[in-house]
């Protein structure tokens, strides 16, 4: 799997940061919200339920998952 984020319309609101700790940070920017960062682009399937549940909770949907 694969993940793309759109930062556009990020936030970052953390809830990402919440369900994937160990594939999500959200940094602080210096203009306007702070935003998600990806730390692992192709994260293992061991950690597939948590990505899932991080895009399906983001509350702005910027998180899409691409299968392989």
Sequence with gaps: MKIKIDLALCQG???CLDEAPEV???IDQDDGYPQVRVLLDNPPQELREKVMK????CPNNVITVLED
């Design 13 to 15: 609101h953390s809830v």
């Design 24 to 26: 999500f940070d959200v």
């Design 54 to 57: 991080a895009a399906k909770y």
